[in-house]
């Protein structure tokens, strides 16, 4: 629950706004896992609290560590399904990638969580516990959370209250205290949740492009086919930006796929006037699939001509990928067939915005 919804549940039992955040302060920040933990509450708050209500924290399946730090850990949910998340330290950063659904019905071609189908969305107890379990981890080190990106496993805008409700967790400073910049939502393009949430919080986007043109993102990106490049674009434009920041184009490389010099300026020509920075993403092979990673003088060639078009460019360094924890590889424990897709596209209510 987002700390106003705690507030509101609490009042309902004459309590204090308050005791609620002394709630959130012992799940965030000293990552209890029962009430009875919590011994600033009475011993009768605690008790009722205990016959109503539970601190949600799936057990945890295996986590993997990459020969470059990046550790990836399997969640199991309780009715079965699994989840994977990522944690990336970098020199002044740590940054957690999670997952919002157990699977995605989005199906982009590269992908292979959308390889392995859709299986449902997870609730926000579910996601915000990766970053509980992140945030304990890192503790025990002397370390401490520094972002979060939605760029596990599922598309965050098909399960966008969840979502939100989370982001709410995240940015509380009686939660996580992260600011709306240290949070990014990366998706497919679907624009109206994109454009419900950023109205709610100053989050970051980062919006998945992968092609230039459509004829080729509705082959490598269905979804293209219900929201187009250049729709998409145009919603880009109307995210509200603070001075200084910019939406991120998310550009996966695929081998003689995208990754021609033609393809650079049909993206510096579709982008131009948007204020935007590209990260180019050399494909992650993942053993399955038609696609093939792009050699570096590809991926070089592409950045030059977007940097001579004045388009921020980077190309992201390569994390975890000894330990299928790069982009797109997550599965959870999913085979890679039968194909279980269930088409939810189009569910965009954003509700509440809690701080
Ligand atoms: S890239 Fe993202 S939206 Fe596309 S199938 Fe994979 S998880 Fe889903």
């Known amino acids: 629950m987002p700390l106003g919804e705690l507030e509101a549940f ?13 709630i959130f302060r012992w799940i965030y920040r ?7 933990a ?8 605690r008790e009722a609290l205990s016959g109503e209500c539970r601190v949600s924290s799936p057990p945890v399946g295996k986590t993997d560590v990459s020969g470059d730090g990046t550790e990836k850990t399997l969640f199991r949910l309780e009715d079965g ?12 950063r740590r940054t957690l990638c999670i997952s919002s659904q157990a699977g995605c019905a989005l199906r982009c071609g590269f992908c292979a969580t959308g390889a392995a189908g859709f299986r449902r969305n997870m609730t926000s107890a579910e996601i915000v516990h990766q970053a509980c379990f992140a945030a304990k981890r ?38 996580f205290g992260l600011s709306g910049k240290r949070i990014t939502v990366s998706t ?12 709610a919080y100053p989050v970051s986007f980062a919006v998945s492009i992968n092609a230039p043109r459509d004829d080729l993102r509705s082959k490598v990106m269905p979804i293209n086919r219900k929201y187009p490049l ?20 998310e550009y996966v490389l695929l081998a003689g796929v995208n990754d021609s010099p033609r393809d650079a300026g049909d993206l510096a020509r579709l982008l131009r006037g948007s204020r935007v920075k590209v990260n180019l993403i050399p494909f992650n092979a993942h053993g ?19 940097l001579s078009a004045g388009i921020q460019t980077i190309t992201r360094e390569r994390r975890g990928a000894d330990i299928r924890a790069a982009c797109g590889q997550l599965r959870g424990k999913y085979p890679l067939s039968p194909r279980r897709v269930v088409p939810i596209l189009g569910g965009t209510k954003i509700s509440g915005n809690e701080r």
Do not use: C
């Not at 002397?142 to 596990?152: C, D, H, I, P, W």
């Not at 250049?230 to 184009?249: N, Q, Y």
């Open 10 to 22: 609490l009042a309902r039992w004459g309590k204090e706004r308050y005791r609620a955040r002394q």
């Open 188 to 199: 497919a393009g679907v624009i109206p949740g994109m454009l419900a949430l950023a109205e």
């Open 288 to 306: 399955e699939g038609e696609f093939a990673s792009p050699s570096p003088a590809a991926a070089d060639r592409f950045r030059e001509v977007l």
């Open 38 to 45: 919590m011994t600033d509450l009475s011993k009768g708050f």
């Open 138 to 175: 890192l503790a025990e080190r002397g370390e401490r959370l520094t972002n979060v990106v939605f760029m596990g496993m599922g598309e965050p805008l098909e399960n966008p209250d969840e979502v939100a409700r989370t982001i709410g967790i995240l940015m509380s400073p009686f939660g």
């Open 230 to 249: 250049k729709d998409l674009v145009a919603a880009m434009k109307r995210i509200p930006l603070r001075s200084g920041r910019k939406v991120t184009a």
């Open 81 to 92: 399904e699994a989840v994977e998340s990522v944690l990336i330290p970098e020199e002044d």
């Open 30 to 36: 000293r990552f209890a896992e029962d009430f009875s």
